[in-house]
């Protein structure tokens, strides 16, 4: 099989990848390798609806995502300026199409979407050389930071985007009476399952 031959797998991917950069300006692409896993070739066309047929439950959750964003910096679609898309797939037409419609505006097109994320940082480290007052870089919590409690339940400490450092206080009840220790689990994420989120570490306090 494919997955057994590593190269066999790393000439069949690096195909699958020139295929999805032809697709982002032609309606199909053609994928051929000689001498493939015992056949003389490989020849496998690939229309364009087929991988946005493969692609649109991960295009959905980017929108998903997009509108988390908004939620939690408090803005409106209508409030955002400009449109800058992020990375090689941002090339594929159905995703410019999703954001689009999303964000009711057309993204910009004469940034390079594999350069954006380096140009921002050297812009940025730039800003802050030349002690730009205007550029405040802020370290903060990306996840929610909490603690599993009973019954599966995560139950927050440090909500996501918090300044750090940062002190806050948190007030939790034993299980049952008597209770000499507990375990404390720590996780992150945003689920309010605590199996959900990421495990980061535990202790047991004890003496109680």
Do not use: W, Y
């Not at 400009?82 to 990375?87: A, F, K, T």
């Not at 199409?97 to 380096?118: L, Q, Y």
């Not at 921002?120 to 730039?126: E, M, R, S």
């Not at 929610?144 to 009973?150: E, H, K, V």
Request: hydrophobic share 40%.
């Amino acid at each position: 099989t494919v997955t057994v031959d590593k190269l066999s797998l790393l000439r069949l991917r690096q195909a699958a990848e020139n295929a999805k950069i032809e697709l982002s300006t032609k309606s199909s692409a053609l994928i051929s390798l000689p001498s493939f896993l015992g056949l003389e070739r490989l020849e496998v066309t690939i229309e364009r609806g087929e991988l946005e047929e493969l692609v649109k439950d991960l295009v959905a959750q980017t929108i998903s995502v997009c509108d988390q964003c908004l939620t939690h910096a408090k803005l409106t679609k209508g409030e955002v300026d400009e449109l800058i898309l992020v990375g090689g797939m941002t090339r594929v037409p159905m995703v410019r199409r999703a954001v689009e419609t999303f964000f009711e505006k057309a993204p910009r097109t004469d940034v390079n979407p594999d350069e954006a994320v380096a140009v921002g940082a050297a812009l940025q480290a730039h800003s802050l050389d030349q002690g730009d007052e205007k550029i405040l870089l802020l370290d903060v919590t990306p996840l929610t930071l909490g603690i599993a409690s009973f019954g599966d339940l995560f139950s927050p400490v440090l909500p996501k985007n918090t300044k750090v450092p940062v002190s806050l206080t948190r007030t939790f009840s034993t299980v049952r009476d008597d209770q000499e220790s507990v375990e404390i689990v720590v996780l992150q994420g945003e689920s309010k399952k605590a199996r959900e989120n990421t495990f980061l570490g535990k202790f047991t306090l004890t003496n109680i």
